[in-house]
């Protein structure tokens, strides 16, 4: 009986390329990297913060977020609104860098960016408004880790979102309802904030 010949693997992963980077030298692996970094600007992006290069490495992050959620449309007829581009910019960030703050800033202006667009414009698309509603939610979450003055600075922030995010479709409840939550998990001691009412202002 013949042996049965093997298929080739259909899907190529992250094994087979390590396997063939362990044949790279140190010159070898530098010109990679630089072929990847002039092939895109997202590597170019990943870098800069992976190695804190630049004054601001989440500013390129946040310039993203805005394309995305907030594209210039009285220029651009078809400008291209993309809930799917936004998240790319904060797992890519979280992929380069990992830090929690810098994830929290991200989710922060992602709130205040995308509540501006849809009170400017009168935006309603659900998925938009379903993806701010979970940013915010995230947000609010991280609160009870962080310490001050951070604390005091994040609750106003989001303070300041749920109060200017006046579109409709329950938004502003939904918001209200989560900030209250997470400021009744925070000790009495820890912060003075105003608990908000469910109900809209």
């Known amino acids: 009986m013949t042996e049965r010949t093997k298929r ?12 063939k980077l362990a044949d790279f030298d140190r010159a070898g692996l530098q010109q990679l990297v630089a072929d990847l970094y002039v092939f895109h600007k997202d590597n170019q992006t990943f870098l800069h ?9 989440l500013e390129a992050y946040k310039q993203r977020i805005q394309a995305a959620l907030a594209p210039d449309i009285s220029r651009k007829r078809n400008a291209n609104i993309s809930v799917a ?19 929290l800033e991200l989710r922060l202006f992602w709130c205040e960016t995308a509540v501006k667009f849809s009170m400017d414009y009168g935006y309603g698309d659900v998925g938009y408004l379903e993806a701010l509603a ?18 005091e600075d994040t609750i106003e922030r989001l303070t300041n979102i749920r109060d200017d995010a006046q579109m409709g479709y329950g938004i502003w409840d939904y918001m209200a309802d989560t900030l209250g939550k997470a400021l009744l998990k925070l000790p009495m001691t820890t912060v003075e904030a105003e608990i908000p009412q469910t109900g809209s202002s």
């Open 8 to 19: 080739p693997k259909s899907k190529v992963t992250w094994s087979d390329v390590k396997s």
């Open 134 to 151: 979970l940013q915010y939610s995230e947000a609010c979450i991280v609160l009870s880790a962080l310490d001050e003055p951070l604390l």
């Open 85 to 103: 581009a936004a998240k790319k910019a904060i797992s890519e960030y979280n992929k380069a860098v990992g830090d929690p703050l810098g994830i």
């Open 49 to 57: 913060a992976r190695f804190g290069l630049g004054e601001n490495p």
